[in-house]
Structures are given as structure tokens and as C-alpha cells.
């Protein structure tokens, strides 16, 4: 498969998710964003989907919850609104993971196997040094709640398809896949998997560097 191949089946594959999503009715959806649209959020927020995210976006926008909150839910949209969204808490969503990651590292967490060299003994040139580190890996772009798809490694409709199929749950240090793609993430999060169901990792070639990692 050449890359504009694989670029095109990854915009399908994100619009079947898209059509499962709407078929499951656990979030409203409003029309999906146009490519003026992506142009002015990758441009404001310095972001790039990835085709399966960009093809999930397109076939319809997930503005909020289809049902009333539950008691001791989150007040807090879990979709990011891409449209017409607070850019202040958008763009705080976007810097979560590694914030969180920070925090973590401040109170203790260095990641195994010498990735980053030895931990310094001051808490403060710890958290540098993990910010200094940070820098390099992969974005993550909020797709609901804390569930992340890693940032394209292009632009627009030519995004590139080494990032972004894994669906990762980060909090923190604590990070899981949650699917290997958005079609596995919505059945996992939205459908009625059998609870004992062993979800199989991603293959090799579609791990997120970095994350990836963390999630084992």
C-alpha cells in the first residue's frame, strides 16, 4: 500500500467509526467539519490529524453527550468541540498529557530502562529534564474524555500514517491502549464488549514512540 493509500483508508476507516458512533447514539453529533474547518484548527492550535482522526471528524462532530450526566460525573463536556469549543480549554486539553506526565515525574515517576538517563536528584531538574525530553515525542489530540489519538505527521488532507490508530487512555504516568483503532476504541468505550474479552495489542508498526511504551 502507498502512502496516499494508506492515507485514503485511513479517512474510511475513521468515517465507518464515525458511523458506528452515530449508530450507538451516546453522543450528539453535529455536521461534520469542513476542510476550511481543519485548516483554521490546525492552524490555531498547532495540531495536525492524523486520516483516521480526520475522517472520524468529518463524518460528523461529537459536541457533547446524547444522555443526561450522571450523578458524579464530570460536569466537563467529554468531546472536544472543535468548532465552537473554549479555546482556553481546548488548548489545556492538548497540553494534559505531558502536564500530567510532569506532575508525575515531579512526585517520583522516572520511566524505565534508561530512557532518559539517570534521574536527577532535585525534583525541579527532574521535571526539566523530562520537559526537555517531552519535546520530541508524538502530540496527542484529545478525541473524549481522556482517550487521546496521536497528532498526523503531515498536514491537512496529506497527513502522514505512522501516528495516530491507537487509541491511548492517558492520565499521568498511567497509559493504556484502548483500542487499536477508532472502529475497536468505539466498540471498547461505547459498545457491549464481553468484559472478559482480551483486547490485542497494536502490531509493531503502529505503535505511537513514546506512548506506546509507557502503555507496555
Known sequence: ??????????????????????????????????????????????????????????????????????????????WPNWRDGDPELIREWLGRPVEELLFSVEHGWWPPGGRWGPRPADPAEAVAAARAALA???????????????AGTGSGTEAGVA??????????????????DLAEWVEREFGDPDPGERWPEPAAG???PFWSDLAG
Open 1 to 78: 500500500m502507498t502512502g496516499d493509500e494508506a492515507v485514503r483508508e485511513g479517512v474510511r476507516a475513521g468515517a465507518r467509526a464515525a458511523r458506528r458512533l452515530a449508530e450507538l447514539g451516546v453522543c450528539v453529533l453535529g455536521p461534520g467539519l469542513s476542510d476550511a474547518e481543519f485548516d483554521r484548527v490546525e492552524a490555531e492550535y498547532g495540531i495536525v490529524f492524523a486520516p483516521g482522526h480526520r475522517g472520524f471528524l468529518e463524518a460528523g462532530l461529537p459536541v457533547d453527550r446524547a444522555a443526561p450526566r450522571e450523578e458524579g460525573e464530570s460536569p466537563r463536556n467529554p
Open 206 to 208: 503502529d505503535r505511537v
Open 136 to 150: 520530541s515525542v508524538p502530540a496527542l489530540i484529545p478525541l473524549h474524555s481522556h482517550r487521546y489519538l496521536a
Open 163 to 180: 501516528h495516530g490508530r491507537p487509541v491511548l487512555s492517558v492520565v499521568g504516568a498511567d497509559t493504556i491502549h484502548y483500542g487499536r
